[in-house]
């Protein structure tokens, strides 16, 4: 125990040696390494690189070898970028300043419904620079709540959720954090939901990029039961580091039950088809790593079936 504890702070040591590093550099500097680092990964040290081709030959198989290369490449610049703008961000970013960094898109869609009594669920994924995205809104004085996982790392666990918190972003462990759910959803606040992970072989299956995945039923249930207008937004880098758009892709209100939204496994469809649609428009800044699609159970594939 006391060696694993000793090895933690050594991980953590280093990995704050390295942000202070990095917030020493100039944005060109550090976008610079970002981009040699994303060619070591990539190409020198193969991190996850089947999964990476496997994802993006079955999401894009018009996309020849190269263009696919390309695509792994400029995702792991990406990635390496988002933890430079992680680390810049808190030194830059201020409620005075955040136009010079941030475009809103539909501000007045959000705004509208953050300011209702009513509760909010936003949908994303790990797309564009998702940890930004909630320490902006706090900037823009709302509150949100976001469930994630605990780092197996606790010092580092704590440095990224000081981070998460500056601006008024709370994070709920992904374990035993129900109750905490429940009682933002019944008190009309902003829970916010990274939703393009694998949730397993008892999930609610849908397509995603043309295949079975398994999502989290959760967001929906949560939705439907709290009467809760569901968002799909992203925050996107523009033309350089720190530079972002932040918009409301689409809505859907349980109060007005379309169809397309009118059960859990149809307002898990809808929104999982809207991510798709974000990521389709800028895959580069998606996280290929995951390994999001898996072969569904085979009770799954019979109620498919008998569904069809």
């Known amino acids: 125990m006391r060696l694993g504890r000793v090895m933690d702070w050594g991980v953590y040591l280093v990995v704050r040696i390295f942000i202070c590093l990095v917030q020493a550099m100039r944005m060109e500097t550090a976008q610079g390494i970002a981009q040699f680092l994303a060619w070591l990964a990539h190409r020198v040290f193969r991190i996850r690189r089947r999964v990476v081709e496997e994802n993006l030959r079955c999401a894009f198989p018009h996309l020849g070898a190269a263009e696919r290369e390309r695509l792994a490449r400029r995702m792991w610049e990406h990635l390496f970028l988002l933890v430079v703008e992680v680390a810049h961000a808190p030194r830059k970013i201020h409620q005075t300043n955040w136009r010079d960094y941030i475009q809103l898109g539909n501000k007045d869609v959000l705004v509208r419904l953050l300011l209702s009594d009513r509760p909010v669920i936003i949908v994303t994924g790990h797309f564009g620079n998702f940890e930004l995205a909630g320490v902006m809104l706090g900037l823009l004085g709302f509150p949100t709540y976001t469930v994630a996982r605990a780092l197996d790392n606790p010092y580092l666990d704590r440095f990224v959720n000081r981070f998460r918190g500056l601006s008024g972003q709370f994070i709920i462990p992904k374990k035993g954090g129900y109750d905490q759910i429940v009682e933002v959803m019944a008190h009309g606040g902003a829970m916010t939901f990274l939703a393009d992970q694998h949730a397993g072989d008892k999930?609610?299956?849908?397509?995603?990029?043309?295949?079975?995945?398994?999502?989290?039923?959760?967001?929906?249930?949560?939705?439907?039961?709290?009467?809760?207008?569901?968002?799909?937004?992203?925050?996107?880098?523009?033309?350089?580091?720190?530079?972002?758009?932040?918009?409301?892709?689409?809505?859907?209100?349980?109060?007005?039950t379309p169809p397309e939204t009118a059960?859990?496994?149809?307002?898990?469809?809808?929104?999982?088809?809207?991510?798709?649609?974000?990521?389709?428009?800028?895959?580069?800044?998606?996280?290929?790593?995951?390994?999001?699609?898996?072969?569904?159970?085979?009770?799954?594939?019979?109620?498919?079936?008998?569904?069809?």
């Open 263 to 308: 059960s859990v496994k149809a307002l898990t469809q809808w929104y999982t088809t809207r991510l798709e649609e974000i990521i389709r428009s800028w895959p580069e800044q998606y996280w290929w790593l995951h390994r999001r699609w898996r072969t569904p159970p085979a009770r799954q594939t019979k109620l498919d079936k008998k569904a069809a």
């Open 203 to 256: 999930g609610c299956w849908v397509e995603f990029f043309g295949r079975p995945a398994s999502a989290h039923k959760a967001i929906a249930l949560l939705a439907m039961t709290y009467n809760a207008p569901m968002v799909v937004g992203y925050c996107r880098r523009l033309d350089r580091p720190l530079r972002f758009e932040m918009r409301v892709h689409a809505t859907a209100d349980p109060q007005q």
